[in-house]
């Protein structure tokens, strides 16, 4: 490690370990690291020539420029399995077959066979199941912004879906935006610990004596309300719940694992970074639509001129709304969550304790629930 002085990086509770400054570096002299919460941070090696690349490039010691406000739109995609198989109304899948079939690569988060959550690219149809669906984990975003690079440099069209920071250290990385390069974020109201998680892997898989294979965060079942947390293990068996009823979820609804940056995110407002924003339509009335709320609509927002062009040529659904209406049930673009008062404890004792007795004091469900929880309520707009 280093002995001279370091680069000036963002403080580590601003850091959204978005990786513009472990792509961006030319000397590869900076690496993505867990702390001891388990959140991947830019850590400076011996090889830093000092250069002050990575400071001139991290998006949080810069001011961002402020957009005008974006269109609203209810959104949902007519194909109803694509649809079940998505967080929320299933726009994301026609945006990208949009971008695959005029030949481009669309980047986005997918889990990988050890149930990790990364950003990966696609170049064909047969894989976009794989981006589908939300991972309610931080996605790591490895080289995926010198391959946004390397693909853009080659003439292709591309797509980066992803949370805000993560948009955000993109453009950063690259310094530009490239005319082939459309950007959608996705509403975030924060991204939780990929440590936490792959020891909720570690402990399910102990106590199945199986490996786990695949995961489905917040999978949809006709009639239910409360999304599905349903992972299955080698040989066929599955653990399957409520994600409200699982410890992931109880860990969510009390928000005990989000990064610390998440809780004074600046991208908690309606100035969206991507060229298109998507997330969950929810506050609708509740007379509206009904049939098509139970089946998931997406909160579209168009924030530029290039999105607005793209978005008129999808066969989506469409319904304009007021941002008023999206506003008001979605925290994502109002504020951050504030910390809560047992982050300190549960990552004192996720640091010291083994995870069994972590998973027994903070993540059971016999812990009493403030005001019940639900996907809804998870991303919906605090009370005051
Ligand atoms: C950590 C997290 C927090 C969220 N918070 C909110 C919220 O506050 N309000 C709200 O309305 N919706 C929230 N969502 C849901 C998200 O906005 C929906 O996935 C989005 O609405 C797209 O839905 P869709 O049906 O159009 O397509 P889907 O097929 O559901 O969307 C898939 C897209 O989501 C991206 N994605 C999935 N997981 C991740 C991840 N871990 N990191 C980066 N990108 C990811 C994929 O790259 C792909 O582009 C959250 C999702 C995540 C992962």
Avoid at 54 to 77: D, G, Y
Avoid at 88 to 107: H, K, M, N, Q, Y
Avoid at 150 to 172: I, K, M, N, S, W
Avoid at 207 to 227: A, H, M, N, Y
Wanted: aromatic share 8%; glycine share 8%; net charge positive.
């Amino acid at each position: 490690m280093l002995e001279h002085t370091a680069p000036h990086l963002a403080p580590k509770d601003r850091c959204t370990g978005c990786s513009a400054c472990a792509n961006g570096c030319p000397k590869g002299a900076i690496h993505m690291l867990p702390d001891r919460e388990g959140f991947l941070c830019p850590t400076v090696t011996d090889a830093c020539i000092q250069c002050g690349h990575c400071t001139h490039i991290c998006p949080v010691l810069k001011q961002r420029e402020p957009r005008s406000e974006p269109a609203v739109f209810a959104v949902w995609n007519p194909d109803d399995t694509v649809r079940c198989q998505s967080g929320a109304g299933g726009a994301f899948s026609l945006l990208a077959e949009f971008i695959l079939d005029d030949g481009g690569v669309v980047f986005g988060a997918a889990v990988d066979e050890d149930l990790r959550v990364r950003h990966i690219a696609i170049k064909h149809k047969s894989e976009l199941h794989r981006l589908r669906g939300a991972k309610l984990v931080q996605s790591e975003i490895g080289d995926s912004f010198q391959r946004v690079r390397h693909y853009l440099d080659r003439g292709h069209r591309v797509l980066f879906t992803g949370t805000p920071c993560q948009v955000d250290g993109l453009y950063r990385y690259l310094g530009e935006h490239p005319e082939k390069l459309l950007t959608c974020d996705i509403l975030c109201s924060g991204a939780p610990s990929p440590g936490v998680w792959a020891n909720l892997v570690r402990s399910m898989a102990y106590i199945k004596q199986k490996k786990p294979t695949s995961v489905q965060f917040c999978g949809k079942l006709t009639g239910e309300k409360d999304r599905r947390f349903r992972v299955e293990f080698e040989g066929g068996s599955a653990y399957d719940a409520p994600l409200p009823k699982s410890e992931l979820g109880q860990g969510l609804r009390r928000r005990l694992f989000l990064r610390p940056a998440c809780h004074q995110c600046p991208y908690a407002s309606t100035d969206r970074v991507g060229d298109l924003s998507l997330g969950s339509f929810r506050g609708l009335p509740k007379d509206y639509l009904p049939e098509e709320q139970a089946k998931g609509i997406s909160l579209l927002l168009v924030n530029s001129r290039k999105g607005a062009h793209i978005f008129d040529t999808l066969p989506l659904k469409k319904e304009k709304r007021t941002l008023c209406e999206a506003v008001a049930a979605n925290v994502a673009l109002s504020a951050p969550y504030e910390k809560p008062t047992d982050r300190e404890a549960f990552f004192d004792a996720f640091a010291r304790q083994p995870f069994q007795q972590v998973r027994t004091r903070f993540l059971s469900s016999k812990a009493p629930a403030k005001g019940g929880f639900s996907l809804k309520n998870l991303f919906k707009k605090k009370e005051h």
